[in-house]
């Protein structure tokens, strides 16, 4: 592997790291929301938060241009405003990492929340705790381990994004080529032994991602769940 | 291969040739051709009754395409080097070169650019240039090479944004995403939003040659070579010349 | 002390908790066999459940008003709640749980201090333990005094000692009292024991199917009016 390939792999590595902690607060959120309230309309949003997992990942990749292009009612104001850019942009990778992990944090997050007895969430209240303290003292460390693991699950499905990335982003050489980009544009051009090698450290990346989050997600520690 | 492995693939091809042989020829064709052989099969269809079936893309992708073993029966190509590596595959003396092209530099209709020469892409206004990938598609190549004999390419290589065909790049530059693009001649032609920035004179630029080829695997050669005889009739070039092609004589 | 619980309207499973009572001694059993609605009316109290309508007052303030769309939220109820599966926070230390209801700061000293607490109690040495070893005994006390901990203006007790067998009940009991009587902190006590009702109340309510089906001195002999408890 060259210079040019681990940076390719480190970019990836650490876009979809960000794009993971970005996504983290809103996914807790609406996990949380999913799991401990109710609301007319909340079958809508649980199907919305899904979709990105089940539509084709180049239709999200559309829809996202049209959002943050120059024209689009987002990027115009990004790129008047902020002078910013997203599309084309390591910004762009980011953005389309996230969009497209984030159905799987929710998923695991949620589940994670539903595990927690609501019973220490109410007992906590009446001991004086405000609805902040209660999430960050008894919920969010209880459910971490599920939590934690939805994360890793998110981070893998960033690793190996390729649809709505090549779509926002393009496959830019030193600035938006991911591995699963770069492993296309080999096989493009008949570079098999360098596609092979990335191809590689895909695999050895996404399996240890999914064996971490099969670890924290698998084992239930705390007695007293329901 | 076992005798019952050997019938299911028969059985396969069979059908699938069977799909594909509906009378149809495979024409495989650089993305820069897609109006102008649209049209020009319309005709050749309605004059002959015979079906054409059009695949458009970048000429490196038809060509990995064909090496796989993909079904065309002609190839329509935007390079040469595109045509030579698979030249093991073409049925011999049916290369020909007839079309050619040259290459602009546009940007959005309503941009407020304004370029002398392929030197104003070094603006710092410009920040991002559409092309398609340098690396393997024949407008992206050509567009390189122009460039570099100018020596521009080292101060421009990082503003590139590659995309996957030049009609990509075209839409790129149509959505106001990047700041200018370099395209073929004849695609500005059908589009509306984009405005010709400036025109690399043919003679300047790169030598653009579009060889087209009957390949030696065409289910039906004497229609292929019927049609590869129509593309390079008087009638189909006027429809070239229209759309801005340049023709080789 | 003085709870107010008036206009009582609680739909539960199959039938609704109707209460319309006032209630001023010290210690007031709850009595009556499970499922009649004991723990949902705690909830309630507690500020955990929404009714379908209520008035609750405790001394001065008013913590739930239907009519006019008031609820004082669980955490300023200022009630000790020690539910029948204790609840104690499994990833936190005995320390940590028994801490967990201290006002901080501005709120000043708490009424009830740590280590009188924890004397009373005597759970001075499982303070750094962590929750999942404890006993039965050892939990049922640490519940305790994690409710005493946070101030109290009102103990809320669900069924404390029925996990527990007949000599930790002995055991347990002088604790309650010294509660009772060192604290002074007015109780509601769900039991469906007559002994633990003798030995630590002074009035008893009894709850069936959700109403309040008779009401006596802890020491009359005319209760259980339904004799179908031990």
Known sequence: MNAEEWQIVWFTAWVSALSTLVILPFGLAAAWLLARRDWPGKSLVETVVTMPLVMPPVATGL?????????????????????????????????????????????????????????????????????????????????????????????ARALGEFGATIMVAGNIPGQTSTLSLSIFQHVQLGQDAQAYRLLGVSVALAFLAVWISECLLLRSKWPGRK | MNGFLQSILAAGLVLGGAAARAGSIVVFAAASLTDGLQEIAQTYSRQTGEKVALNFGSSSSLARQILEGA????????????????????????????????????????????MGSAKDLTQAAVKRIALADPKTVP????????????????????KVVPTDNVRAALAAVESGNVEAGMVYQTDTAISKSVKVAFAVPPDEGPAIVYPMAMLKDAKDPAAARRFLAYLGSAEAERVFEKFGFILIK | MK???????????????????????????????????????????????????????????????????????PRRREMGYVPQD?????????????????????????????????????????????????????????????????????????????????????????????????????????????????????????????????????????????????
């Not at chain 1, 049209?66 to 850019?85: A, I, Q, Y």
């Not at chain 1, 001991?127 to 209660?134: C, D, F, K, N, T």
């Not at chain 2, 045509?83 to 049916?94: C, E, K, N, R, V």
């Open chain 1, 63 to 155: 829809i996202l241009l049209k959002l943050l292009g120059r024209r689009g009612p987002l990027g115009r104001f990004f790129h008047e405003t902020l002078n910013l850019d997203i599309v084309f942009t390591w910004r762009g990778v980011l953005i389309a990492l996230g969009v497209m992990s984030f159905p799987l944090l929710v998923l695991c997050a949620r589940i994670a929340f539903d595990q927690v007895n609501p019973r220490f969430e109410q007992i906590a209240r009446t001991l004086g705790a405000g609805e902040g303290r209660v999430f960050f003292t008894i919920t969010l460390p209880l459910a971490w381990r599920g939590i934690l693991g939805g994360m890793t699950l998110a981070f």
């Open chain 2, 71 to 114: 079904p065309a029966d002609i190839f329509f190509s935007a390079d040469e080097a595109k045509m030579d590596s698979i030249q093991g595959l073409i049925a011999p003396q049916t290369r020909t070169n007839r079309l050619s092209n040259s290459l602009v530099i546009v940007v959005a209709g309503d941009s407020k650019l304004v």
């Open chain 2, 139 to 158: 407008a992206g190549i050509y567009a390189r090479q122009y460039l570099e004999k100018l020596g521009l390419w080292p101060a421009l290589e990082s």
């Open chain 3, 3 to 73: 709870l107010l619980l008036k206009n009582i309207s609680l739909p539960v499973a199959d039938f609704s908790i109707e209460v319309d009572v006032e209630l001023r001694s010290p210690v007031t059993a709850i009595f009556g066999p499970s499922g009649a609605g004991k723990t949902s009316l705690l909830d309630l109290i507690a500020g955990l459940r929404r009714p379908a309508s209520a008035f609750i007052q405790l001394d001065d303030r008013v913590l739930t008003d239907t009519a006019v769309k008031t609820r004082v939220p």
């Open chain 3, 86 to 230: 204790l609840a104690l926070f499994p990833h936190l230390s005995v320390r940590q749980n028994l801490l967990y209801g201290q006002k901080s700061g501005s709120r000043a000293a708490p009424v009830f201090r740590f280590e009188h607490v924890c004397e009373v109690l005597a759970i001075q040495p499982l303070a750094q333990r962590r929750v999942t070893d404890l006993s039965g005994g050892e939990k049922q006390r640490v519940a305790l005094a994690r409710a005493l901990l946070s101030s109290p203006r009102l103990l809320l007790l669900d069924e404390p000692l029925a996990r527990l067998d007949q000599a930790l009940k002995a055991k347990i009991i002088p604790h309650l009292r010294r509660v009772r009587d060192e604290f002074h902190l007015p109780m509601l006590y769900i039991t469906h024991d007559r002994r633990e009702v003798l030995a630590l109340c002074d009035e008893v309510l009894e709850l069936r199917r959700g109403r309040i089906t008779n009401r006596a001195r802890a020491t009359a002999t005319d209760w259980p009016v339904n004799n179908d408890e031990t």
